[in-house]
T-cell receptor
């Protein structure tokens, strides 16, 4: 089946550091999405990407849709304690296909 | 006003019992989903309904039965609960089946513990 490989599995960083995580696939995806899950809550959409090469920002977050359409990355600049949570990538091959989720990156921030 | 609400938030029950989790969305979305998140935090789709019709039914034991009385509601009934059913169950919705690339809106989850 379709799989997304997300890395790293977890990160423990100092407040103020930049963070980078990525997602790769052996299949082409037409849509990449990045979600954040806070403890005890459901995932919340952060950024959606629809075009190969697209670079989109949402505050301190920046995500890119890889040019091969088989990968995406998410960067967080100047991390703060409330960035703590699990970040999921998700991809959709085409309209009408279900979203496939990566296994998540657990982010911990030391203040 | 919560967009996707599921009840209960926590459910502790004994093996062998039957239980239901309810989900409602007030976004006017056509498509709803049930996901299971295991202890490793992996999100696995279980079911999807589009306008009350079942469109995704992943390899899930038939002890799990979804029911969609209308497009704003998708409930999950589980018979004969087993220890391995312990997980967090998330309901989600999207604009439509062919518009799911605009992202899903998730509920806050139901933590099911089977003892």
């Amino acid at each position: 089946g379709q799989q997304l490989n997300q890395s790293p599995q977890s990160m423990f960083i100092q407040e103020g550091e930049d963070v980078s995580m990525n997602c790769t696939s052996s299949s082409i995806f037409n849509t990449w999405l990045w979600y954040k899950q806070d403890p005890g809550e459901g995932p919340v959409l952060l950024i959606a990407l629809y075009k190969a090469g697209e670079l989109t920002s949402n505050g301190r977050l920046t995500a890119q849709f890889g040019i091969t359409r088989k990968d995406s990355f998410l960067n967080i600049s100047a991390s703060i304690p409330s960035d703590v949570g699990i970040y999921f990538c998700a991809g959709q091959r085409s309209e009408g296909n279900k979203l496939v989720f990566g296994a998540g990156t657990i982010l911990r921030v030391k203040s | 006003d919560t967009a996707v609400s599921q009840t209960p938030k926590y459910l502790v029950t004994q093996m062998g019992n039957d239980k239901s989790i309810k989900c409602e969305q007030n976004l006017g979305h056509d498509t709803m989903y049930w996901y299971k998140q295991d202890s490793k935090k992996f999100l696995k789709i279980m079911f999807s309904y589009n306008n009350k019709e079942l469109i995704i039914n992943e390899t899930v034991p038939n002890r799990f039965s979804p029911k969609s009385p209308d497009k704003a509601h998708l409930n999950l009934h589980i018979n004969s609960l087993e220890l391995g059913d312990s997980a967090v169950y998330f309901c989600a919705s999207s604009l439509g089946w062919t518009q799911s690339n605009y992202g899903y809106t998730f509920g806050s989850g139901t933590r099911l513990t089977v003892v």
